[in-house]
């Protein structure tokens, strides 16, 4: 095991680096790049040469890359172009704001639809499982950001009951009450978003495992139905779940920049689309490699997940893993 | 996302000049505005503001104005920086204009004066030439460290924004001056290297502490605190700057050692800046109140906003939108420019049902005009542009005798064997243009012309077609910094891109001269004269279709309240906070 987790971690590291590569080239492939944004008006060209030295832009794209894969290893985000600020500045409150709200949701919904689902899979076609379902079709059809501006206009322009965005109220800066005030209704869109997969993937799961032919099995015996779908059949039946959670573990910080913005969350979601428009570069790059990062150590966690709930799954022995 | 869209303005010599504007009602609206910037007064907003303006004065009859509150602006970009020297974004300068005294100001007509808020005692002294301005400040202006403000900081600022190397996106505003010389601590000369009729405009500007900036190397200046961080942000407004919560808000509080508290004893005790993330959360935050004043709303909202019986302020603001027809052969397969006829041209101004548009799309936000100068400033030629009323005949006409004609039966008309047919363009995700450009395609066919619209990113749209002058025909419009008439950067053949902003590569010998003649003389009588002959001449040679003026709603929420004299002007730079030194709020916290 130990093998297997040094390996996957230095394959990790050299997905990460190809990530990086890969986006730093879109990134600057796209048109309209800073010189062209944050250069402005009125500014000469000869000027906004200077600038562009100033910032290292005049150079070849390459010669950039490295410059700043050698200040990332240091530790060293870069700054802002606009107006040189340190790039963690501005990005680790949005990465702690967008990690109250997404873990609040996801684990809700983990919470909700895991039982659920394997309730309903116990009771198929039942009322539970038709509400199941339908609600699972509306969190995957619905527009998040209309939800959200549905959700506003009741909860909070006609009855009042809850603030419209933002996540504190101004002056209330870490009060908790005033926080989970503010965290219900995108709570509550990023939840039923979430939901709709999870319980589709645990009722299913748990369908496939109890036609198989060993519950089947233990069925013939006269084991009792409770004890055959909590002992028999669950641990089975979890597995391509967790599997599932740790490949979702990265949606703790992406993926949700339309609520943010519906919101007014302060999050990373949005800055990233803010700072696509501005072509902040060092911003996005961060932005980017934080995300791939989650994604690979997810990926991880998900195998590892794996062989220890499934004990055929046999990691690092020479055979497929 | 719309620091980025501030824009692309050229450099070029002296106009305060303009600059493209993003999206009007889309995702980039309102960027107008930037450091040095200024305007024009509009007539026609009479009626609806002043309506407004009762309601919130009538409001409060017995009370009174209240000291104390909170202003709540919500707006949808954070600020970038707010140091004088490099503001080029719209929320930038919206939050510096509650920080800063400027040299002079506008009066509610458009006019430059010496208010008793001004860094200036008065206008400044103008020598018998023309070339030079003698500036007197006032002997009590102070920096909110108590340093006297001097004339030190007027000419570090004004050198420093003509050094390239500081990198000032404002400087165009003064590359008309020589040389600025520190008479004494109260005084300043500035020297002129020709006669720049419009310069007083450009005086419309905040100055920067030369105490606190002098000792930074010019190359630095843009990456020093000041602007960045309030505890080093010395400013010399009304208000203070105190808080930046970056991509959250920003916080200004009155400052109690204010200069000119006597003459100018601000209301409201706190203004509060917000972020949202875009124009439609800022519609629902000014619903639920969270916010008291949104400088632009989609036009899509206004009746869901004034349902809710919100003040909505329509009057169309200093931007001007227009057709731009592309006279370069590159453009066109190195075949001559289908636009290249006056007649047709003519013809294609004929076509088009402006009041349509004025009613369908702008509802209210716009109106026509036929010249560069908008409607009601001191330029506007009212009755000698010429005017293009909805006339398919007299287009069809048009079109015949500059020799389009339908030969091969098609449905579109030709001439020597080619076929009119153009691709218009504009920036996508800009609601009004892209429904503009429909009409416009409409339009055309009923005349024989086919045209195709494409939408394109905006960054990339001014990158790779309008400043290089890559397009067929391009709706865009001009925001002006200026009330003053100038507009030679826009349409003078020395202005052609990439380094101009004559991106249609119109070239007119005539008016040419007439630019430079409008102001190199600053006798206002011949000026008026000049800009009359520049209208009619622009007017009937057309280089581009001018297609109205417009602006974005503004709302204010039900605490503010004013007098009616204290009413936002739209058509001036910042003037959605128009008056805000005497405004008050109801409910003061």
């Keep these: 095991m130990g093998e297997y987790i040094i390996r996957r971690t230095l394959q990790s590291v050299l997905v990460l680096f190809l990530i990086t590569v890969f986006t730093f080239g879109l990134i600057h492939a796209a048109p309209g790049g800073p010189t062209q944004i944050f250069l402005s008006p009125g500014l000469s060209i000869e000027a906004g040469q200077i600038r562009a030295e100033q910032l290292g832009l005049d150079r070849p794209i390459p010669i950039q890359y490295f410059n700043w894969l050698g200040n990332i290893v240091t530790g060293d985000l870069g700054t802002t172009f606009k107006n040189n600020i340190p790039v963690g500045e501005i990005l680790w409150p949005t990465v702690k704001n967008t990690i109250i709200l997404m873990s609040v949701a996801w684990i809700l919904s983990l919470i909700i639809a895991i039982p659920w689902g394997i309730y309903n899979s116990t009771k198929e076609y039942g009322v539970s499982d038709q509400?199941?379902?339908?609600?699972?079709?509306?969190?995957?059809?619905?527009?998040?950001?209309?939800?959200?501006?549905?959700?506003?206009?009741?909860?909070?322009?006609?009855?009042?009951?809850?603030?419209?965005?933002?996540?504190?109220?101004?002056?209330?800066?870490?009060?908790?009450?005033?926080?989970?005030?503010?965290?219900?209704?995108?709570?509550?869109?990023?939840?039923?978003?979430?939901?709709?997969?999870?319980?589709?993937?645990?009722?299913?799961?748990?369908?496939?495992?109890?036609?198989?032919?060993?519950?089947?099995?233990?069925?013939?015996?006269?084991?009792?139905?409770?004890?055959?779908?909590?002992?028999?059949?669950l641990?089975?039946?979890?597995?391509?779940?967790?599997?599932?959670?740790?490949?979702?573990?990265?949606?703790?910080?992406?993926?949700?920049?339309?609520?943010?913005?519906?919101?007014?969350?302060?999050?990373?979601?949005?800055?990233?689309?803010?700072?696509?428009?501005?072509?902040?570069?060092?911003?996005?790059?961060?932005?980017?490699?934080?995300?791939?990062?989650f994604v690979v150590i997810g990926n991880l966690v998900a195998d590892i997940l794996y062989a220890v709930v499934d004990p055929r799954v046999q990691l690092g022995k020479g055979g497929k893993a | 996302m719309a620091a980025s869209s501030l824009k692309w303005k050229t450099m070029i010599a002296g106009l305060s000049v303009m600059s493209v504007i993003a999206a009007g009602c889309g995702n980039n609206a309102g960027s107008n505005n930037t450091g040095a910037g200024t305007n024009t007064p509009v007539t026609n907003d009479g009626?609806?503001?002043?309506?407004?303006a009762a309601n919130n004065a009538g409001a409060v009859e017995t009370a009174g104005p209240k000291k104390g509150g909170t202003l709540t602006v919500g707006t949808f970009t954070d600020i970038v920086m707010v140091n004088p020297l490099y503001i080029a974004d719209t929320s930038s300068g919206d939050v510096a204009y509650f920080m800063f005294a400027n040299l002079l100001d506008y009066n509610k007509d458009g006019d430059v004066v010496a208010e008793p808020w001004s860094l200036l005692e008065s206008l400044p002294e103008i020598s018998a030439d023309n070339l030079t301005y003698t500036l007197k400040l006032k002997a009590n202006a102070k920096w909110n460290d108590g340093q006297p403000v001097t004339a030190e900081d007027i000419a570090f600022y004004i050198n420093t924004i003509k050094d390239p190397v500081a990198a000032s996106p404002g400087i165009s505003t003064f590359d008309k001056v020589d040389k600025v010389e520190v008479v004494d601590a109260q005084t300043a000369k500035i020297t002129m290297k020709s006669v720049f009729a419009p310069f007083l405009n450009n005086l419309v500007t905040?100055?920067?502490?030369?105490?606190?900036?002098?000792?930074?190397?010019?190359?630095?200046?843009?990456?020093?605190?000041?602007?960045?961080?309030?505890?080093?942000?010395?400013?010399?407004?009304?208000?203070?700057?105190?808080?930046?919560?970056?991509?959250?808000?920003?916080?200004?509080?009155?400052d109690a050692n204010y200069w000119a508290k006597d003459t100018n004893d601000v209301n409201i005790e706190k203004v509060i800046h917000k972020v949202y993330a875009d124009q439609n959360t800022n519609v629902q935050a000014i619903i639920k109140g969270d916010i008291d004043l949104v400088g632009a709303i989609p036009v899509t909202s206004v009746e869901a906003v004034k349902s809710k019986g919100l003040n909505v302020l329509l009057a169309p603001g200093p931007l001007y939108e227009f057709m731009s027809f592309n006279f370069n052969k590159m453009n066109f397969g190195g075949k001559?420019?289908?636009?290249?006829?006056?007649?047709?041209?003519?013809?294609?101004?004929?076509?088009?049902?402006?009041?349509?548009?004025?009613?369908?799309?702008?509802?209210?936000?716009?109106?026509?005009?036929?010249?560069?100068?908008?409607?009601?400033?001191?330029?506007?030629?009212?009755?000698?542009?010429?005017?293009?009323?909805?006339?398919?005949?007299?287009?069809?006409?048009?079109?015949?005798?500059?020799?389009?004609?339908?030969?091969?039966?098609n449905g579109t008309v030709d001439k020597n064997k080619v076929e009119f047919e153009f691709e218009l363009q504009y920036n996508a995700g800009n609601s009004r243009r892209e429904q503009v450009s429909t009409v416009i395609q409409d339009n055309l066919k009923d005349i024989g012309i086919k045209v195709s619209t494409k939408g394109i990113d905006f960054s990339s749209w001014i990158e790779q077609n309008i400043t290089p002058g890559k397009y067929q025909a391009a709706l865009q419009a001009w925001s002006l910094n200026s009330p003053d008439p100038d507009s030679e950067s826009v349409f003078s053949a020395k202005y052609f891109p990439p380094n101009g902003q004559n991106s249609g590569w119109y070239n007119n010998p005539t008016l040419d001269k007439l630019w430079i003649e409008g102001y190199s003389t600053?006798?206002?009588?011949?000026?008026?004269?000049?800009?009359?002959?520049?209208?009619?001449?622009?007017?009937?040679?057309?280089p581009y279709v001018f297609l109205y003026q417009y602006g974005t709603p503004e709302v204010i929420g039900p605490r503010v309240k004013f007098a009616a004299e204290d009413t936002p002007v739209a058509a001036l730079p910042y003037g959605a906070f128009f008056g805000v030194n005497k405004w008050w709020v109801e409910d003061a916290k």
């Design chain 2, 522 to 542: 600053t006798d206002q009588a011949k000026r008026k004269e000049i800009y009359k002959q520049v209208a009619q001449q622009i007017s009937t040679n057309l």
């Design chain 1, 235 to 293: 641990r089975n039946a979890l597995i391509p779940v967790i599997t599932l959670i740790g490949l979702d573990l990265s949606i703790l910080v992406g993926g949700a920049a339309l609520t943010e913005a519906v919101f007014n969350w302060p999050g990373m979601g949005r800055l990233f689309v803010e700072m696509a428009n501005s072509r902040e570069y060092s911003v996005l790059m961060a932005i980017t490699l934080l995300s791939a990062v």
């Design chain 2, 47 to 52: 009626a609806a503001n002043n309506a407004a």
């Design chain 1, 131 to 233: 509400t199941a379902s339908f609600i699972s079709y509306v969190g995957f059809a619905m527009p998040t950001f209309w939800f959200g501006i549905i959700l506003q206009s009741f909860f909070s322009l006609k009855l009042d009951w809850l603030p419209l965005s933002d996540m504190y109220t101004m002056g209330k800066e870490g009060n908790m009450m005033d926080l989970i005030q503010h965290l219900v209704l995108p709570v509550s869109v990023l939840t039923l978003g979430f939901l709709a997969g999870y319980l589709k993937y645990s009722r299913a799961s748990m369908l496939e495992v109890l036609e198989q032919d060993y519950i089947r099995t233990a069925r013939a015996k006269g084991v009792k139905e409770n004890k055959v779908v909590f002992r028999h059949a």
């Design chain 2, 206 to 254: 905040a100055v920067v502490p030369s105490h606190i900036l002098k000792d930074v190397p010019v190359k630095e200046l843009q990456n020093h605190a000041y602007g960045k961080d309030p505890a080093v942000t010395v400013s010399n407004g009304p208000w203070k700057w105190t808080e930046w919560k970056q991509k959250q808000y920003n916080i200004l509080d009155k």
């Design chain 2, 336 to 409: 001559e420019s289908p636009f290249t006829g006056e007649k047709t041209r003519q013809a294609i101004a004929y076509s088009l049902n402006r009041q349509g548009m004025l009613d369908n799309i702008l509802k209210g936000t716009g109106q026509a005009l036929n010249a560069p100068f908008l409607p009601g400033t001191w330029a506007d030629p009212g009755a000698d542009a010429v005017a293009y009323d909805y006339n398919v005949e007299k287009a069809k006409q048009l079109l015949a005798e500059d020799g389009w004609k339908d030969t091969n039966g």
